[in-house]
Nanobody, 125 residues
């Protein structure tokens, strides 16, 4: 069993930065693919970024490429999402997620096995 706890959300102005942190419990964290999803009010949950266990492979939603960076520290059981140049359309609840599969980074919510409770990010114009 893996438990995920997110932190780092908040209210910022457009153009500001935030770094989300997700701490995972479970000694096999380092083998999992990790991801970040987000869900805005009235919208479906959408993929934002993912990173494989070896940290070499990452994948991003097109609209966040060049602005967001996902990284992980397996020694600390932690995954990060650095968000720069934030826009009002980035406003959402952000969820950390883990996938036991290790072959490629998936982008559908149903393909992930574990979820955090989410952290709110609000970007005002």
């Amino acid at each position: 069993q893996v438990q995920l706890v997110e932190s780092g959300g908040g209210e910022v102005q457009a153009g500001d930065s935030l770094r989300l942190t997700c701490v995972a419990s479970g000694r096999i964290f380092r083998s999992y693919t990790m991801g970040w999803f987000r869900q805005a009010p009235g919208a479906e949950r959408e993929f934002v970024a993912g990173i494989m266990w070896n940290t070499a492979n990452t994948y991003y939603k097109d609209s966040v490429k060049g602005r967001f960076t996902i990284s992980r520290d397996n020694a600390k059981n932690t995954v990060y999402l650095q968000m720069n140049s934030l826009k009002p359309e980035d406003t959402a609840v952000y969820y950390c997620t883990a996938d036991r599969a290790t072959d490629y980074i998936r982008s559908k919510p149903g393909e992930y096995d574990y979820w955090g409770q989410g952290t709110q990010v609000t970007v005002s114009s």
